[in-house]
């Protein structure tokens, strides 16, 4: 069976046990390689971006070379092969795990408990909730949902379409490498900027694919075009810009604005601020709805693509192999 089927039932059947499974409450495979990152990073630290670039690629080459070594020893096995793109695909995407947050946030705030949804918001992103009124509350879990979307599902499924098991893995390497070591922090300004621009460079095509799937799948096609084209390139963030903003656009909300981070605040630009109403804790559900098609629409692009992909390589080598042998039939 050619690989680019085994591949698009590995990931099928990875993303549905995402659905249906979510993510295991203990023993999961991104828990295990953050805590190895970590020891590596307590070997190696030091306030120099050299030695941050060296950790990036310790952490995020192991584990594609990993990725390569198990793809490779299940070769010659379809049915393993399906089953390691699966289990890859599965420990990989977490949009299950987002879409309950979310949606857990959104049922307290719908109930008028904003005390529990504060509580809980720290399980989606890292604002400072006690800085957040209802609404606020409500726009950060959308902003959450929305980048996400790109980094837990699609970012993912892209990278898996190019470079198969060791695609999946390698992509959530760096981007928890980003969560852990990215940051604007003192230890982390120099330490964690090649991880912050491998994690930009990695998610480019993602947050791309994730803002015109957006707009096709929401409810304004236009107008999240329109918030795409007019906004993402206010945002600090060149791949969190247009997945927001879209997103913002196809929901008919604003998104963007002051945000505060354990006690330092941003003032961000306001994304589809002309045509845009303000996030309330009904649009939450509205952003998990969208954020699961995006995903299942994703599934679809991305194994079309590894298919069409393949078939034209296929094509090309058989061309040149015919090529060849009509030369060497002429010199004959």
Known sequence: ????????????????????????????????FGRAAGAVERLLWRDHRGQGALHAVVCAGGVVALGAVAEQAVRRSPAASVALVSAATWAVVGGSSLVREARAIGRALEAGDVEAARKRLPHLCG???????????????????????????????????????????????????????GHRSPRYLRYGWA?????????????????????????DPRGAVRAWRADARKHPSPNAGPVEASFAGALGVRLG????????????????????????????????????????????????ARVVATNFVASYQRDQRNQRNQLKGRTT
């Not at 991880?195 to 707009?215: H, I, K, N, Q, Y």
């Not at 604005?257 to 009904?282: C, D, F, I, K, Q």
């Open 1 to 32: 069976m050619r690989a680019d089927r085994l591949y698009a039932y590995g990931a099928a059947t990875g993303l549905l046990g995402d659905l249906l499974l979510g993510d295991p409450r203990r023993g999961h495979p991104v828990a295990a």
């Open 127 to 181: 604002r400072d909730p006690q800085a957040l009124d209802a609404d606020g509350i409500a726009r950060a879990v959308v902003e959450s949902v929305a980048e996400n979307t790109s980094d837990a599902v699609v970012g993912a499924l892209v990278w898996g379409a190019v470079g198969g098991v060791p695609g999946l893995v390698g992509f959530r390497a760096v981007n928890t490498l980003d969560a852990m070591v």
């Open 195 to 219: 991880a912050a621009r491998l994690d930009d460079v990695a998610g480019w095509p993602g947050a791309r694919l994730t803002a015109v799937l957006a707009a096709v799948a929401g409810g």
């Open 257 to 304: 604005g002051t945000l505060s981070y354990a006690g330092r605040v941003e003032h961000r630009p306001v994304l589809n601020g002309a045509a845009g109403r303000p996030v309330v804790a009904r649009d939450i559900e509205r952003a998990a709805r969208l954020s699961r098609r995006v995903g299942l629409l994703a599934l679809g692009v991305t194994v079309a």
